[in-house]
């Protein structure tokens, strides 16, 4: 066998794409190098041809002597037939428990009792060695809307937090904003209230300011606690307002970590007896995931954000404890209770005031490379590569996220239990979640460190599925798959089949003639929405802001802006259902209304409004393929959270809705 072919037979083992189809539908195929890169990254050694046999040959023989596969994907609650490929003795240990639930001897089949929800251990004989499976029982589907909200069709608004204003938070939303904002809309029948990533960003990460690059998903990002809602605590006019029509992170992260330490010193000193034991079950509560992460923060304090950066003895959490047994992180774990507290007070006043749902989250694709997340579950990531995407729809430059990759071998092997955990505290307080590129749970693409063009790798689809769907049951959330980009066949179907509900964004909803499908032709398992984080906004769209940007950036030459330009202006007439030559009769404003009420009347379970749109905003909350070109993630809203509620297009899409039969039933009093 040639060097070329152990390598293409180890890409295969590992689940790399030999070649995928580009936006414009040309093959590209992943070459040797990147090969290379994507299985070192599974921390399999091929450095030299020696190495790449003996790595190749251990690979085999794990294939050819397994009894049983690595994941078994079951229903729980029922009984399960497992094909094994000979005679064997089994256990079967249940989640949380180190007694055997079942056991058995089998010849050719194991069978399996029914077995409650949970990532249980099944271990098999073979010889004189003994195999792990994970047995995964999982409920069919993740919930439904009907099953969560007790109706099938709904609305909402969705905002970036961060954008939100009102004299008392004075420089960046904060989570009593967004609990006012949240009554506000469940008053007028939306159903949910969607935002932004509130993902830790870490404390000692003052350039950061992407709720998608976070430091940890499973822990919640402190810029946005109330300083005065802290309880025990009384403080005022400890943050300047911000002046200007962008936010000042800096000066704002300086202010407001000042006041948090005042306020902690405070709550040490003058809190209750109530307050301080609540703090206490709290960090019981949370156990080992969150002394590690308020370890880490207290650590990048006098380290750094980056812990690749630290001294060898602080790169693992192990280490870091035994080399650090004086530390106090409870300032940390103060700082995670009172974020936690204010997003579940605003998850309960959004319901209470009618909103079936509550709050409609977002889940980043990962966490930063040098993070606090990728420090907890180092055993579980990919080495030397980043996640992204390749030129799409979004950006046509393609994308490096900078964001850290599980893989898979490795992540099976813990059982999955980094994504459970960061999956359960994501869910804990909202009645929607959403998945950012959920098309990563069937393949990633990951971009090499050492420069070599990136390559799709293989995930383990219907075992994370399974994952999603029990951590969706037990915290009865729905679940949003955000679906965009280049989407492999059978995706959406599979998706749709597990419970999840897809994402249709009526700017790239187009027939394969380049039309715009109607309103009663999405998808009726998905939420729709005519733009994202990531998009023009309606009146962006209508000005032609987007191509602007491109071309400003050298994405797209002067003649391809000029066809883009002539092309816009035919969306534009299409999505109006107007002949061109009509257009200047109609505003940015008519747009957002037309479309706005042919989602309402559409099909699909699920319809989201920015608020972007309701207001007229014109700047995108986001360019993607930008950092500082583009003044991302910065914009605060021109209205504040008070003014909104009397905002008459807000109470115009509101009463569409309920024309439309979107509206939440109100509650008798």
């Keep these: ?167 008392r938070s004075r420089g960046l939303g904060d989570f009593e904003d967004l609990a ?158 009172l974020a936690t507290q204010q997003l579940a007070d605003a998850q309960r006043r959004s319901q209470e005031n009618g909103m079936g749902l509550g709050l409609y989250l977002d889940l980043a694709v990962g966490s930063r490379l040098d993070s606090a997340e990728a420090w907890g579950a180092g055993d579980t990531l990919a080495a030397g590569v980043s996640l992204g995407a390749p030129p799409d729809q979004l950006s046509p430059a393609g994308q490096n996220w900078q964001l850290a990759a599980y893989a898979p071998r490795k992540l099976t092997a813990q059982k999955y239990q980094p994504l459970r955990q960061v999956l359960r505290q994501a869910m804990q307080h909202c009645g929607v979640l959403r998945i950012d590129h959920a098309l990563g749970l069937n393949r990633s693409y990951w971009i090499p460190e050492n420069g070599v063009p990136g390559g799709y790798i293989r995930q383990p689809f219907q075992s994370l599925m399974a994952i999603i769907a029990i951590e969706a049951q037990r915290a009865k959330t729905v679940i949003v798959g955000e679906d965009l980009g280049l989407v492999p066949d059978g995706f959406r179907d599979t998706m749709a089949s597990k419970g999840l509900y897809g994402y249709t964004v009526v700017q790239y909803e187009k027939t394969k003639k380049g039309k715009f499908r109607k309103a009663d032709e999405l998808r009726p398992q998905s939420l729709a929405c005519f733009g994202t984080h990531d998009t023009p906004t309606i009146k962006g769209f209508w000005e032609g802001d987007d191509i602007a940007w491109w071309h400003r950036l050298g994405w797209i030459d002067a003649a391809s802006q000029t066809t883009a330009k002539h092309q816009r202006q035919n969306e534009k007439a299409a999505l109006m259902g107007v002949p061109e030559n009509e257009l200047h009769s109609y505003t940015s404003r008519d747009l957002a209304n037309r479309v706005h009420d042919d989602l309402a009347q559409g099909p699909t379970a699920l319809v989201a409004v920015q608020l972007d749109d309701v207001i007229g905003v014109q700047d995108a909350q986001n360019l993607p393929g930008t950092i500082d070109e583009h003044p991302n993630w910065r914009r605060i809203m021109p209205v504040s959270v008070d003014e909104i509620a009397q905002d008459r297009n807000l109470q115009d899409t509101a009463n569409s809705m309920a024309q439309a039969g979107r509206s939440m039933p109100k509650k008798e009093t």
């Design 1 to 167: 066998m040639t060097s070329a072919q152990a390598l293409a037979e180890l890409g295969m083992l590992c689940g790399i794409h030999s070649e995928f189809i580009d936006l414009e539908g040309v093959t590209r195929p992943t070459n040797p190098e990147t090969l290379r890169a994507l299985i070192r990254a599974n921390g399999l050694a091929i450095d030299t041809d020696r190495e790449m046999r003996e790595t190749l040959g251990a690979l085999r023989v794990d294939a050819a002597q397994r009894v049983v596969p690595h994941d078994i994907v079951v229903s729980c609650d029922q009984t399960a037939t497992v094909d094994c490929s000979g005679p064997t003795e089994w256990h079967l240990v249940l989640e949380g428990s180190e007694k055997p639930f079942a056991d058995g001897r089998s010849d050719m089949h194991i069978q399996l009792p029914a077995m409650p929800a949970g990532v249980h251990d099944l271990q098999v004989w073979s010889g004189q060695t003994v195999q792990h499976s994970n047995v995964i029982a999982a409920p069919s589907r993740a919930p439904s809307l009907l099953d969560v909200a007790g109706y099938d069709r709904t609305w909402g608004i969705v905002a970036p937090l961060y954008g939100l204003r009102s004299e």
């Design 180 to 337: 006012r904002l949240g009554e506000t809309l469940g008053s007028l029948g939306a159903g949910f209230l969607g935002i932004n990533p509130v993902h830790a960003l870490g404390w000692a990460d003052e350039e950061t300011i992407s709720p998608y690059s976070p430091t940890h998903r499973g822990f919640l990002n402190t810029n946005h606690i109330s300083l005065d809602q802290i309880p025990d605590v009384s403080l005022a006019g400890t943050i300047q307002a911000s002046s200007g029509k962008l936010i000042e992170y800096d000066v704002f992260g300086r202010q407001h970590r000042l006041a948090l330490r005042a306020a902690f010193a405070q709550f040490k000193s003058e809190a209750s007896e109530a307050s301080k034991r609540a703090l206490h079950e709290f960090s019981g509560a949370g156990g080992q995931s969150l002394a590690d992460f308020a370890l880490f923060e207290t650590l990048s304090e006098t380290m750094g954000s980056g812990w690749q950066d630290w001294p060898e003895r602080f790169c693992t959490p192990g280490a870091a404890r035994r080399n650090t047994p004086d530390l106090d992180p409870e300032f940390h774990v103060w700082l995670q209770w």
